[in-house]
T-cell receptor
Framework: DQQVKQNSPSLSVQEGRISILNCDYT??????FLWYKKYPAEGPTFLIS?????DKNEDGRFTVFLNKSAKHLSLHIVPSQPGDSAVYFC?????????????FGTGTQLKVEL | DTGVSQDPRHKITKRGQNVTFRCDPI?????LYWYRQTLGQGPEFLTY????????KSRLLSDRFSAERPKGSFSTLEIQRTEQGDSAMYLC??????????????FGPGTRLTVL
């Protein structure tokens, strides 16, 4: 039962353009969402998060949008840079349980081309 | 370097052997998590500690797996009688839990286990 889904395994974008990575979830108890970036042979690196009481959070080139009614979130990277090439994971947690354990999607491989 | 560290980074073992991994969290972080990641999948939650107390275990954590955090600082994850299906990247994360503030988990580089 995949509660967090990233349906695009890969995405290719030109340098300077916008990258849009999508994520869908099924568990209505999720109330906190995060994006992590992962390079090969390294652990995931935290990028940005959003609480379910918001619909947008912005940090520099990264913006996360949350559509609760559609159970959908997206990560926008503008402008995209070659160093952004990595696997991006969407993650969600249900904070009311107290543990804040993360449920991850399967990841999207982003390639930013020159 | 004040990030999460894990040791060893790579471990190759034969089926049936026991292995132990260590995780050192960010200093003063009171929560520590273990996840497992297999090829093509995202990390999957295994267990977590708040200080020295193990508060939750996933059903993925069979009785061959045991985790400890004896003094509320570093943690160990032991796998007994390893099987080929245990081959994966084992990730550790830590966070600082504070009242009314959602804690963000920061991950270590992982330990890649290969069971032959």
């Amino acid at each position: 039962d995949q509660q967090v889904k990233q349906n695009s395994p890969s995405l290719s974008v030109q340098e300077g353009r916008i990258s849009i990575l999508n994520c869908d979830y099924t568990n209505s108890m999720f109330d906190y969402f995060l994006w992590y970036k992962k390079y090969p042979a390294e652990g995931p690196t935290f990028l940005i998060s959003i609480s379910s009481i918001k619909d947008k959070n912005e940090d520099g080139r990264f913006t996360v949008f949350l559509n609760k009614s559609a159970k959908h979130l997206s990560l926008h990277i503008v402008p995209s840079q070659p160093g952004d090439s990595a696997v991006y994971f969407c993650a969600a947690s249900a904070r009311t349980g107290g543990g804040n354990k993360l449920t991850f999607g399967t990841g999207t491989q982003l390639k930013v081309e020159l | 370097d004040t990030g999460v560290s894990q040791d060893p980074r790579h471990k190759i073992t034969k089926r049936g052997q026991n292995v132990t991994f260590r995780c050192d969290p960010i200093s003063e972080h009171n929560r520590l998590y273990w996840y497992r990641q297999t090829l093509g999948q995202g990390p999957e939650f295994l267990t977590y500690f708040q200080n020295e107390a193990q508060l939750e275990k996933s059903r993925l954590l069979s009785d061959r797996f045991s985790a400890e955090r004896p003094k509320g600082s570093f943690s160990t994850l032991e796998i007994q009688r390893t099987e080929q299906g245990d081959s994966a990247m084992y990730l550790c994360a830590s966070s600082l839990r504070r009242v009314l503030i959602t804690d963000t988990q920061y991950f270590g580089p992982g330990t890649r286990l290969t069971v032959l």
